[in-house]
């Protein structure tokens, strides 16, 4: 399943998120509940019971809840469920320790460590941008940033969804229309950590950054826009955000 804003799931999540940030733990883990009860499948389980998680006070409880969102992530197994598993066994080794279990807290330890914080994505891979672009050519790094003015990027951005690359084309400067490309990156690169392990575990967005070459292989047609007060505030969030970007 391709994370979605829309998604009615990630909306409870995101509302359980502000609840909490207000001190409203009880609404939040209510919310939640009715999440879990409305998942209709093995990625809406994983992102319900991990924010039933983040709602409980006691040890025991996280615990539980933590192991049944480790449990459908790994029925899910795909590379944005498997960019959380190592939060999660951080978070099951500390609710172990809490309760005595240092064993149990050290295997957890272990699985996290075993994780590679390299992207396991084979793509495809996707570019959204403003600019006409042909068969062959190379997006590099150094350019101006489209959301933080007089800040020059060190690394290009791509994602491996479609309808995140449109997005991402809306939210550029210019006044041309939006455009997504399929590219295929020139060397190594890295999760985004301006969206990983931030309000979702993971890189549930599938976004990652290079400071090699992005070559462009065909410009792509079928992806979703967001409507226009979809993309006003994603452009207020930005401009909420200023001077945060990690470069």
Avoid at 84 to 90: P, Q, R
Avoid at 217 to 241: C, F, G, T, Y
Wanted: hydrophobic residues 40%.
């Amino acid at each position: 399943m391709e994370f979605s804003p829309a998604n009615a799931i990630v909306q409870r999540c995101i509302q359980s998120m502000r609840l909490r940030e207000s001190g409203q733990t009880g609404e939040a883990t209510r919310v939640m509940e009715q999440a879990w009860t409305q998942a209709s499948d093995d990625f809406e389980k994983y992102l319900a019971a991990y924010f039933l998680a983040q709602c409980q006070q006691k040890p025991a409880e996280k615990l539980y809840w933590l192991e049944q969102a480790l449990q459908f992530a790994l029925l899910v197994n795909d590379p944005a469920t498997n960019s959380a598993l190592n939060t999660i066994y951080l978070q099951l080794a500390g609710c172990c320790a809490a309760l005595n279990l240092e064993q149990a807290a050290e295997v957890h330890r272990n699985k996290a460590a075993s994780i590679s914080q390299a992207p396991a994505d084979d793509g495809p891979f996707f570019h959204g941008s403003k600019a006409a672009l042909k068969k062959g050519e190379e997006l590099i790094a150094g350019k101006s940033s489209n959301y933080q003015e007089g800040l020059v990027m060190n690394h290009i951005y791509f994602t491996a969804l479609p309808n995140g690359a449109g997005l991402a084309a809306s939210l550029a400067q210019g006044d041309g229309a939006e455009r997504v490309y399929l590219i295929e990156p020139t060397g190594a690169f890295e999760h985004d950590p301006n969206v990983t392990d931030k309000k979702f575990p993971g890189n549930p967005t599938r976004s990652y950054r290079t400071s090699f070459p992005l070559k462009v292989v065909a410009e792509v047609n079928d992806w979703n826009r967001q409507s226009e007060e979809q993309i006003k505030e994603w452009k207020q969030k930005l401009a909420d955000s200023q001077g945060k970007i990690i470069n």
